[in-house]
């Protein structure tokens, strides 16, 4: 890692933790989360250059992959029953989000076609901003619509879970440490895996990894416990310092209608997102707070491991935005379909002079 890359590493992670031991001590909830995201957002914004290398970003989709499979039990896995008729609901709120969303960026925000269905897309954003990067389309409201939504998400679900103390009880067991050597064994297993995944063009290749081989060993018993808080933690504060590092050098006057228009998309389709968990956890007598974050259109690392720090079932979690990421890549190239316009070009072939 050259020095340059190792000192923005570094400065990343001091402004993630300072802004993860000020929102602890304020009570936010998943302040390991929220804190650091605003923190690093806001350093962002003001003109630091903050990075996470992919390297660390990998090592922590594996670990809160793992984390999520230790609270995998037999009991739990015979409430996989009652989940059929979720995952259909997940596939139809995913088309719902997406059409809603991308009519509204077209009707109200005046995007092109193309650049309205990629920014309005309801997660899975590196298969998106990937998409973007070989299509005609405003690639910089693509990347800062798809911004607001994810770090709205990580400050709002977690607020408002607990703000109306919507928890499931004891749904979840809270479970001792697994021993060192086991923890290491199962971290070598989900990385060799994770690369195959990987070289699979799988989604989530490294958290399914990590959540698959933790689950095959804790059903078994041949693991027992959960990760370590000692690692768990700083896993956390740098995954929220990674959602703030997708704003460093914006310019808030530059993109202000990019921002706007995020922001306008991300209500909407948080609250229909919203209705719809409601109706499922009413119908299948599903836990209001993991229906949430289960339904709700935000980064799926990040739910998966919100999910595990307010004890809001990870495996109903993580089963559904999985399946979020799969029927999106299938959805979106029809949704897209073939569109003929330049980059930052309007449906018409017109240069967009916009203010982004």
């Known amino acids: 890692m050259p020095f340059s890359q190792l000192r923005e590493f570094a400065l990343t992670a001091l402004v993630g933790a300072g802004g993860a031991l000020i929102a602890a001590m304020i009570g936010f909830p998943a302040p390991y989360l929220i804190g650091p995201a605003l923190a690093v957002s806001l350093a962002g914004i003001a003109g630091l250059t903050l990075s996470i290398p992919k390297i660390v970003r990998n090592g922590c989709f594996i670990v809160i ?48 076609r193309t650049t309205a269905f990629l920014a309005a897309s309801p997660g899975h954003l590196s298969y998106v901003l990937s998409l973007a990067a070989d299509m005609r389309c405003d690639q910089r409201t693509v990347g800062i619509s798809q911004s607001v939504r994810v770090l709205l998400l990580t400050i709002s679900v977690p607020l408002i879970v607990t703000a109306f103390d919507l928890g499931g009880g004891d749904s979840v067991a809270q479970v001792i440490a697994m021993d060192l050597p086991m923890l290491l064994g199962i971290l070598a297993i989900s990385t060799v895996i994770g690369m195959l995944f990987l070289r699979w063009k799988l989604p989530a290749a490294l958290l399914l990894a990590g959540t698959l081989v933790s689950i095959s060993t804790h059903v078994t018993s041949f693991a027992t416990g959960g990760v370590p808080s000692w690692l768990i933690v700083p896993v956390y504060i740098l995954l929220g310092a990674n959602i703030g590092t997708r704003f460093c050098g914006i310019s808030l006057l530059e993109v202000r209608t990019a921002l706007v228009s995020g922001l306008v998309v991300t209500v909407i389709v948080s609250v229909m997102a919203a209705a719809m968990a409601g109706t499922v956890s009413y119908v299948l007598d599903i836990p209001l707070d993991a229906a949430l974050i289960a339904f709700s259109p935000g980064g799926l690392e990040t739910m998966a491991a919100m999910s ?29 379909g073939r569109d003929e316009t330049g980059p930052g070009k309007s449906a018409t072939g017109v240069e967009d002079r916009r203010d982004l």
């Open 65 to 112: 992959g793992i984390s999520m499979g230790a609270t995998v039990t037999p009991d739990i896995l015979v409430a996989i029953k009652r989940w059929p008729l979720s995952f259909v609901m997940v596939m139809v709120t995913v088309t719902a989000l997406l059409y809603v969303a991308a009519w509204v960026m077209q009707r109200f925000f005046h995007y092109d």
């Open 308 to 336: 595990v720090m307010l004890h809001a079932d990870p495996t109903y979690v993580g089963a559904h935005h999985v399946l979020r990421l799969i029927f999106l890549s299938i959805l979106m190239p029809f949704a897209l």
